[in-house]
């Protein structure tokens, strides 16, 4: 079975620090995907980045910053220098390999102080 | 280029009504996704689509659910009749899977939040 675990309902930071978004999966699976979405008060889901099993290399992206640890089954993203805008909640999702199907986390509320 | 539309973007009904969500995906893309989002049970894959093909409709809630897509540039979602509980925000996702069949991130319209009274 598939299960996504964000153990952090909600975070508060104070602007410019820097802030984790933790996320664990279980997955039985060898080929899998995993993906973070972020979900502004706008209310619609915004897709960040999606890193596949076989590839561990972690990612940066301007102040975002993906860590892809297979060995502890996580996938963490941080934030640095967070701001305002940065206030969201944000899902973790897990993917089959060869399906569509995606498996969400209940997703991680963050608010940024200014 | 557009993404994911929706439509209606706010839907307030009375209990018993039909209720019928629209979504366009975005052009090219091979598979469709119905998710509704609540506060108790989070984000849920209701069903979807690949190549207009229904493929995994376990997260329908009963039969008072049903979707279609009869053609590669449309699927609706329909609710008859409507309750109460089915109050919240339904997305459609649209994604492009590759002939591998490898996973592919999936692009979401900006959400329908229905209201059944």
């Known amino acids: 079975a598939q299960k996504v675990t964000q153990a952090q309902t909600e975070i508060s930071v104070v602007e410019k620090e820097d802030v984790t978004l933790d996320c664990v999966y279980e997955t039985r699976d060898t080929t899998y995907y995993l993906f973070w979405y972020k979900q502004p008060p706008s209310g619609e889901l915004v897709f960040l980045i999606r890193r596949n099993s076989f590839d561990e290399q972690n990612e940066i992206s301007g102040r975002y910053s993906w860590n892809f640890q297979k060995s502890t089954s996580s996938f963490n993203f941080t934030i640095t220098a967070s701001q305002v805008v940065d206030s969201a909640v944000y899902f973790c999702?897990?993917?089959?390999?060869?399906?569509?199907?995606?498996?969400f986390g209940i997703g991680t509320k963050l608010q940024v102080i200014p | 280029d557009a993404g994911v539309i929706q439509s209606p973007r706010h839907e307030v009904t009375e209990m018993g009504q039909e209720v019928t969500l629209r979504c366009k995906p975005i052009s090219g893309h091979n598979s469709l996704f119905w998710y509704r989002q609540t506060m108790m049970r989070g984000l849920e894959l209701l069903i979807y689509f690949n190549n207009n093909v229904p493929i995994d409709d376990s997260g329908m809630p009963e039969d008072r659910f049903s979707a279609k897509m009869p053609n590669a540039s449309f699927s609706t979602l329909k609710i008859q009749p409507s309750e109460p509980r089915d109050s919240a925000v339904y997305f459609c996702?649209?994604?492009?899977?590759?002939?591998?069949?490898?996973?592919?991130?999936?692009?979401f319209g900006p959400g329908t939040r229905l209201t059944v009274l």
């Open positions: 999702a897990l993917g089959r390999g060869g399906y569509q199907k995606v498996t």
């Open positions: 996702a649209s994604s492009l899977v590759p002939t591998s069949g490898v996973g592919n991130e999936q692009f």
